[in-house]
């Protein structure tokens, strides 16, 4: 029998799970808003430094995840972080050597066409592309790499699919300013715990969207940025890369679906709406931060977007010139 059908109803009924959201939204305070989505279904862990440290799922068993703090950092070199963007599918892969390799939510399609293409970590933010694109996140689970998601992706991850057919090892992390199971943190307080720290940089608390910020500690939680390709690049960064190439960072609906996606078919977005606000001014400040870190950030869509004053664009033929020269070339 199928594991999630094993599963009791209550996990995966929209009806019900979405009146229970009601029901959490309007008896808690609107500082807990953030966590409606997760009760009364996780309950999580955490360490003698109230970082977290897992998950606990009521009614269904998830797969085991591995803390933040115990995962080995040591990418040292250059890192690649494979996004959606259309611009992705000009790259031929075929041609590029490439180093460590992040890829966010759809990007594991790209190995219906590059079989060889291999990713060593992965980030999954959106629950909903988990409920709505069951097939490519079958592919990342049975995958020999390492994945980061939310608290609520987990608990999809959980309900929706096999723990048998769960491959790639499995850490949650969580945003700094509305922690898991915790209030969100008013901006006056963020200023306070913040003011100097060196690990989680604040930019502006008082930002009318989310919080600005970066953190150098990811176990200490990440600052949002509008899109997965901010969580990521923190992770990168986090894990050691010292120079970051950025596939497909197009940032805008107007350059059409996404690679894998078809006109009929693509998800919605708020790429256009939040860009200008949140999603630019974070961007640009965190690029300051990783230059004077020592931190190389090179964005491979030459029509991003993102300004060339923000990270520096290349064309992706400058991978062809990575190839150690004591390789062969192709005949």
Request: proline share 6%.
């Amino acid at each position: 029998m199928p594991h999630f059908a094993l599963v009791p109803r209550l996990l995966r009924s929209r009806p019900l799970t979405k009146g229970l959201r009601y029901f959490y939204r309007y008896t808690r305070p609107r500082a807990h808003r953030h966590n409606e989505a997760l009760w009364p279904f996780v309950r999580v862990r955490r360490d003698a430094r109230d970082q977290l440290a897992g998950c606990d799922l009521h009614g269904v068993r998830g797969p085991a995840t591995i803390p933040l703090g115990q995962l080995p950092r040591g990418i040292g070199g250059d890192a690649h972080l494979i996004l959606s963007g259309p611009s992705v599918g000009l790259i031929d892969y075929a041609q590029c050597r490439l180093g460590a390799v992040m890829g966010v939510n759809g990007s594991i399609a790209l190995r219906r066409k590059h079989a060889t293409l291999r990713f060593d970590y992965y980030a999954m933010l959106d629950a909903g592309f988990v409920k709505r694109r069951r097939d490519l996140v079958a592919e990342v689970l049975a995958q020999d790499l390492l994945l980061f998601v939310t608290p609520e992706v987990y608990r999809w991850i959980a309900v929706l699919f096999d723990n048998r057919t769960v491959r790639c090892r499995i850490a949650v992390f969580e945003e700094v300013h509305q922690r898991a199971m915790q209030p969100r943190v008013r901006p006056d307080q963020l200023e306070a715990q913040l003011g100097a720290d060196p690990e989680l940089v604040l930019f502006d608390a008082r930002h009318p969207m989310h919080a600005h910020g970066f953190s150098l500690n990811a176990a200490r939680g990440l600052f949002g940025g509008g899109t997965v390709a901010y969580t990521s690049l923190q992770l990168l960064a986090w894990l050691g890369a010292k120079t970051i190439y950025l596939h497909g960072l197009d940032l805008t609906a107007a350059a059409g679906p996404r690679f894998y996606e078809s006109a009929d078919s693509q998800l919605p977005t708020a790429l256009d709406r939040q860009f200008s606000g949140h999603i630019e001014p974070a961007f640009r400040q965190a690029s300051r931060l990783l230059k004077a870190r020592g931190i190389k950030v090179y964005n491979l869509s030459l029509a991003s977007r993102l300004g060339d004053d923000v990270f520096q664009k290349r064309h992706w033929s400058c991978l062809l010139e990575a190839f150690p020269q004591s390789l062969p070339r192709a005949k």
